[in-house]
């Protein structure tokens, strides 16, 4: 029997309360299962051609059926690329087609990652600030890996984050603009508990930066210092469910 690449057949594409469509696990799933290796729909990482020009082209080099599943994507219509568009370009938003105005919206909505592509999966995630998935793009595989990096219960959604999570509420907020929802997650939430979290995601920036201010500076000797803080940090991380690296990095 041929060995399946990933675990996407434990998902499902599903409506999500005041989420739209959502990634949403179908059985238990461990941590470290790799959900889904997927190759680039749509990427402008390799033309030379300016942003807008490079999706349409990609746009258009695509089969009909491709298309059709590529414009079934989320895109969010009071984009601010919409303005962005007419800077660069020196032309209207309106002088454009309208397939490719929607093309175009759902590239911005949907592009992510080092290959600076759209996926027809691993773009349905949608983001979470304690997310349990975390993406990779596998140079090997030249791939889009996305793992589990806690264990995920049947039923429950798969969440990815798209904005670097050493912020504070206010500033995350201000950059999930760009996709035109407020996050309402577990550490956004105006309740009790999300204010609890608040103020931990708060005590882990302050211990992220001293860790990185002390290690730059060379302030931190001796280094026993900084293991003792890095250990702080990691323990708070794993208490708070912070597990993935790649958009823990410190500013
Ligand atoms: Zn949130």
Partial sequence: MAQRSDARYLT????????????????????????????????????????PQAVIEQ???????????????????????????????????HELLPVHQKAYLIWTANAFGDSNAVYLHASR??????????????????????????????????????IPLYLARIERQARLHHWGFQCACAACEDTELGKATE???????????????????????????????AAKLAKLQVAEGLLGGRSLRPR
């Fill in 12 to 51: 499902a594409l599903q409506p999500v309360a005041g989420r739209g469509l959502g990634v949403v696990a179908e059985a238990d799933i461990q941590r470290g299962t790799r959900i889904l290796a997927e190759s680039p729909l749509l990427s402008t990482r390799h033309s030379t051609l300016c942003e």
């Fill in 59 to 93: 746009f258009e080099g695509l089969d009909r059926s491709s298309q059709a599943l590529y414009l079934e994507l989320y895109s969010y219509e009071e984009s601010p690329f919409k303005l962005a568009y007419e800077q660069l370009m020196a032309k209207s938003w």
């Fill in 125 to 162: 995630f949608n983001h979470s600030c304690i997310p349990n998935v975390e993406v990779h793009w596998n140079p090997a595989l030249e791939k889009q890996t996305c793992h589990a990096i806690r264990d995920i219960k049947a039923g429950e959604e798969l969440t990815i984050t798209y």
């Fill in 199 to 229: 103020a931990k995601r708060m005590q882990l920036i302050k211990y992220a930066d001293e860790l990185s201010n002390g290690l730059r500076d060379g302030s931190e000797t001796p280094w026993t210092k900084s293991l003792v803080r």
